[in-house]
């Protein structure tokens, strides 16, 4: 579909290793270590945030919200003296807390990374007269990204983030697009997590930098017009990019020529190559709605092909083979069809897969002899090929497990005669396969490799349907230890042990059952792991999404807290034995289960959590807030939303009640759910709760949405997420609660 060209197998990740256990517990070095924490941590006291009066009325409703006073009315410059001290006040208890449980925090971070290949490097894929690849070097906290001539010769280095890093406390490589002639390298860098990124242009004959940069954009960056010229988005002030900007190079930025610009303020613009690269495809929508334009991309101030009008509720995609559209869209089937167009009649679509209840078809790519549709059936990936001729007719890949997580990888060549393909699931490591289109034969060409050693024998993985309180079936993904059981033994644990429940439920966003290595840290020890597959992503479907959005949003939570019940009632765990974790909106998941279950967890972690959903949804001003009024509902305008999001906001629903142990996060530069909102909620919980409970909350100063970066700086937040667990749950050197 729509293909921005990248810096060719750059776009092949490594294999995943953010979120799993190890098996090496704390030696007797460091269990003697943390006997006893440091007199300073028993004694300090959380901080208070004041209460000052404030208060907003919409739709006659009038809201109290005393602690509206730690949102920094100068944002996105956060330099409120109050604000500053009160956050880093927190920083200081969550350091004094954590003091006692550094060596648990570092144990768990050496067998973490002692299961990561520190020197790894992804698959070399061919794209042009070149094959392209990127590195780690042992120790590195950032890649190198490489190419080399495909007829043989030295590998040229394209860019070291390393050495772009150096001197920031933050650093991302945004896009990173080399031109159709193999000559210039267009690439974009954030330093501070704000996801505002710089872009600049590298000569790869000569290894200088062009003086041109562009500055504060979102999104790719697109070689065309015979790679004279770059297409980007431009980032607005609220962090919105309503643009797509045509940029010549060795001209002023001044004098760029606007191709599209986007009135409505709740969408958002993105472009693209077609597959055969010969039309520049300009796309704008928001969560629910789109629009596309097309223009040659030899010519991009050609006047545009308006495909379709929007109209709400109508989603499409296209590419052009030939001269053909192809469109991939939900008009008239929940889980999407795909049609054709001719470009003289684009908005004339005619079917060529309808769409179906059981399958759901999520996207497709076109090559020149043959195009993949992807989709999910009953939840599980599915990978077909088709011919032109005979649409109907499926090639699928087939995959050996009963549950697993597959798709397309980096496949940059319109005459692809082998496909990349990635494979995983929760006890298989990524793998990397070639799939050779003519003999139909999977090629392993990697497979994660896991230093310390790994036995796949030793795990079970599962897959069950737990019976929501509505009676929808949500499907649970678990993996345990085989000798569990015998684990939970020798550690003194009685029952049926710990279990660890993540989810994310939002956005159409499915989280799928793939392998994780730093997993295995709270595995080894005796937990189960499970992912609940609820409503709001789309696991199961369109309609699965849309059961979890809007009016139905509560769903979600539903799901949540009865997976972890159904959980228990099956044997997995006990009441109080569930630990979860979610970031972002998944972070609003677990304000919202703490609000309506707390006695069933006994930890909970909230990374950068969007909790306080009713101011955010009423500050049109906020980055987001007018895209995310299809997912969650617009209190401005309806009574009805007000009233629905104010029922669930966590931040509105914190009572007088005990609450679990929690560990929050959050990032000052954080553009998607900003700083105050997990600051609120804290001030909030710390004013209300009835129990003795640690709470803390630690914001990265220098950071965004994504917390700290760098591969090391990110595994060790994962490690102290972890030891706050294990401590909370009695499975620490340290049991302390305090």
Known sequence: MLRPISLGALACALAATTFAPAAVAANNEDSARVTTAPAAAAEIKPPVAAKRPHTFTHHGITVEDPYDWLYDKSYPVVDDEEVLAHVKAENAYFEAKMEGQKALTEALFTEMRARIKEDDSTVPQKDGDWLYWSEFEEGAQYRKHYRKPVAGGEAQLLIDENALAEGHEYFSLGAASVSQNGRFLAYSTDTSGSERYTARIKDLTTGEHLPDVLENLRGGLVWVKNDTALVYGPSTEEWRTLEAKLHVIGTPVESDVTLYKEEDQSFGVGTGLSAQEDWLIIATGDNETSEVRLVPAADPTAAPILVKPRKKGVEYSVDVRDGELWV???????????????????????????????????????????????????????????????????????????????????????????????????????????????????????????????????????????????????????????????????????????????????????????????????????????????????????????????????????????????????????????????????????????????????????????????????????????????????????????????????????????????????????????????????????????????????????????????????????????????????????????
């Open 328 to 738: 991939w869209t939900n008009d008239d089937h929940i889980n999407f069809r795909l049609a054709k167009a001719k470009l003289e009649t684009p908005g004339e679509w005619q079917t060529v897969i309808p769409g179906s209840d059981d399958f759901y078809l999520t996207d497709f790519d076109l090559f020149k002899d043959f195009f993949v549709t992807e989709g999910r059936l009953n939840g599980l990936d599915q990978i077909q090929l088709r011919s032109y001729a005979d649409p109907a007719k499926i090639t699928p890949i087939t995959f050996p497990e009963p549950s697993y997580t597959a798709g397309l990888g980096n496949n940059p060549e319109y005459d692809m005669k082998k496909l990349r393909l990635s494979y995983q699931s929760m006890v298989t490591p990524g793998t990397v396969y070639d799939y050779d289109v003519a003999t139909a034969r999977l090629t392993t060409l990697k497979t994660q490799e896991i230093p310390s050693g790994y036995d796949p024998s030793l795990y079970v993985s599962e897959r069950l349907t737990i019976t929501a309180r509505d009676g929808t079936q949500v499907p649970v993904s678990v993996l345990m230890r085989k000798d569990r059981a015998e684990i939970l033994r020798k550690a003194g644990i009685e029952g049926p042990g710990p279990l660890h429940l993540y989810a994310y439920g939002a956005y159409g966003y499915a989280i799928p059952p793939g392998f994780s290595t730093t997993r295995f840290s709270l595995v080894d020890r005796g937990f189960a792991y499970a992912i609940a597959h609820i409503r709001g992503g789309d696991d199961l479907g369109r309609r699965w999404y849309l059961q979890g959005k809007l009016f139905e949003r509560t769903n979600t939570f539903n799901d949540f807290v009865d997976a972890g019940r159904g959980l228990i009632a099956k044997g997995y765990t006990a009441e109080g034995m569930v630990t979860a974790s979610g970031g972002s909106a998944g972070g609003e998941l677990m304000g919202a289960i703490v609000n309506q279950d707390p006695a069933q967890y006994g930890a909970i972690v909230a990374h950068v959590p969007f909790v306080d959903v009713l101011n955010t949804m009423l500050n049109e001003k906020l980055p987001l807030t007018p895209g995310e009024w299809q997912e969650w509902g617009n209190p401005i305008e309806s009574r009805e939303a007000f009233e629905y999001i104010r029922s669930y906001s966590p931040y509105d629903q914190v009572s007088a009640q005990a609450y679990p142990p929690m560990l929050v996060t959050a990032g000052l530069n954080d553009p998607r759910v900003t700083y105050w909102e997990p600051a609120k909620w804290v001030a909030r919980l710390r004013e209300l709760k009835t129990d003795d409970n640690l709470l803390l909350l630690k914001t990265n100063m220098g950071a965004g949405h994504g917390g700290q970066s760098g591969r090391w700086n990110s595994l060790r937040e994962t490690a102290e997420e972890f030891a706050f667990i294990l401590w909370q749950m009695g499975m620490a050197p340290n049991p302390s609660r305090d």
